[in-house]
């Protein structure tokens, strides 16, 4: 079947301009005036109207924990709830972060694993990260391996259990860097971190507060400019720090970049953009323990003006929800028993639209770069996903920007009990959601089915 979204102003990563689009199947025809062409020409055509519309590509989310299991406690949206509350968001393909596994298991059995978490219940396109625990040459070989089946991306923590010393972070760089892959970092100091917290606890400071005062930004800023010196070592391998959250940081990453080295990609979350440490001081503190922590309003201004000037290419969620009323409970009387993380996959187009849109700090253009574009060319989506182009999935979004509404957990459609952004006045609505030429939302209703997603087989990192 052919549809025609008309009369809207269609934004991509070139620009944006009043067009009408054309969808048959699956893919995006052509762009242009077209309506003409096609009325009365006898077929089966639905046509939208989307005038006085915004026409976006889906948005694509590189950072999600569907289902996680983090040993004390399992994220509470598994890949339907989860990927059923991305696409009420505007979001319609996720790449997820897979779980750590029990110790020494090859890379590949955790993708087996997730295969079987996603398959048949996420209702819109998915891939997955690889998650390093360990280095030996079986692991460097599978790295190879991953990437044939989709995967050229492995993520290193250089925190938790599991966290990779700098050698192995050179070697894998340099491992990724030869098979055209791309290795993503969670950049903090952990011994720092880990010392930090045991001060605190032992001075009796366990309220959630203490939880960002045991991680501050020179944390996160010493282990991000350390990764860039790593990766410059093994001659400018492609390195993606994921949800970097402070003024700090953001300095090293220009400074490494002003110094000439190459492949350095940055990614930031709307929590760090919107919110700050102050929140851990409510009565509802819990509800923000992640990891890094909420910052200050400068780390915020900061980030807004990075994400301006394209020192921040792409704006994730790192979306891993815990209940408040539940999970998040087990920190109430010391914030380093509570699960790190938070809901954040459906709000996050919206949020980007309201407070960065509308608020004047970054220009559709933008919008549609850190939200949709960047991370596909970035993950190997593109050119199917990211944008709206002849060719491309019909993976579409529109948004009224004229209507407003308050955000609140009683508009969510994901499984856990809050958001974070509670009572926020949001301006601009998204009307309808497509994925590959069907309406999977439509007056904020989910209309799909479960296990309508594919696994999107990714490509290798293309810019070098
Ligand atoms: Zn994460």
């Given at each position: 079947m052919k549809t025609i979204i008309k009369n809207g102003t269609v934004v991509t990563s070139g620009g944006s301009f009043p067009a009408d689009i054309l969808i048959d199947g699956e893919k995006i025809v052509s762009i242009g005036t077209i309506q003409k062409e096609l009325d009365g020409d006898g077929e089966d055509v639905q046509v939208i109207d989307a005038a006085g519309k915004y026409v976006f590509p889906g948005a694509v989310d590189v950072h999600t924990h569907m289902d996680l299991d983090v040993g004390i406690s399992r994220a509470v949206d598994d890949f339907y709830d989860g990927t059923v509350a991305a696409v009420c968001g505007g979001t319609t393909s996720i790449v997820d972060h897979m779980a750590f596994g029990s110790a020494g298991i090859p890379l590949h059995y955790m993708f087996r694993e997730y295969e079987k978490l996603a398959g048949g219940k996420a209702v819109i396109d998915y891939g997955f990260h690889g998650t390093m625990q360990h280095l030996d040459d079986e692991i460097l070989a599978e790295l190879e391996t991953m990437m044939a089946d989709g995967i050229p991306s492995v993520k290193l923590y250089m925190t938790y259990n599991y966290k990779m010393n700098d050698a192995e972070i050179l070697q894998t760089l340099r491992k990724m860097k030869a098979i055209h892959g791309i290795t993503a970092f969670h950049c903090e100091n952990h011994d720092v971190t880990e010392f930090l917290k045991k001060e605190n606890r032992e001075k009796g400071n366990l309220a959630p507060i203490y939880h960002a005062k045991s991680r501050p930004n020179a944390v996160e800023a010493e282990a991000v400019e350390r990764v860039l010196r790593l990766a410059k070592m093994a001659g400018n391998a492609p390195v993606y720090i994921v949800h970097l959250s402070c003024k700090e940081s953001l300095e090293a990453v220009r400074r490494a970049r002003s110094a000439g080295q190459k492949n350095i990609f940055v990614e930031t979350c709307p929590q760090y953009l919107t919110l700050t440490e102050e929140r851990y001081l409510d009565e509802d503190g819990l509800k923000y323990i992640m990891s890094p922590p909420l910052r200050t309003q400068e780390d915020c201004d900061a980030l807004w003006e990075g994400i301006d000037d394209g020192s921040i290419q792409v704006v994730a969620t790192d979306h891993c929800p815990f209940n408040y009323s539940k999970e998040k409970q087990m920190g109430k009387d010391d914030f380093t028993c509570c699960p790190n993380g938070a809901p954040g996959v459906e709000e996050r187009f919206s949020i980007l639209f309201s407070e960065g849109v509308k608020k004047g700090r970054i220009t559709l253009q933008r919008l549609v770069e850190v939200a949709c574009a960047n991370p596909c060319r970035i993950y190997g989506l593109a050119p199917e996903k990211g944008d709206i182009q002849p060719g491309a999935d019909a993976d579409i979004v529109i948004l009224d920007p004229d209507a407003s509404y308050i955000l609140s957990h009683d508009r969510m459609h994901?499984?856990?009990?809050?958001?974070?952004?509670?009572?926020?006045?949001?301006?601009?609505?998204?009307?309808?959601?497509?994925?590959?030429?069907?309406?999977?939302?439509?007056?904020?209703?989910?209309?799909?089915?479960?296990?309508?997603?594919?696994?999107?087989?990714?490509?290798?990192?293309?810019?070098?």
């Open positions: 994901g499984a856990v009990d809050y958001t974070m952004y509670e009572g926020k006045e949001i301006q601009g609505e998204i009307e309808l959601v497509m994925q590959r030429g069907n309406v999977l939302v439509k007056d904020d209703q989910f209309v799909g089915e479960k296990g309508q997603g594919r696994f999107i087989h990714r490509k290798p990192y293309a810019a070098y």
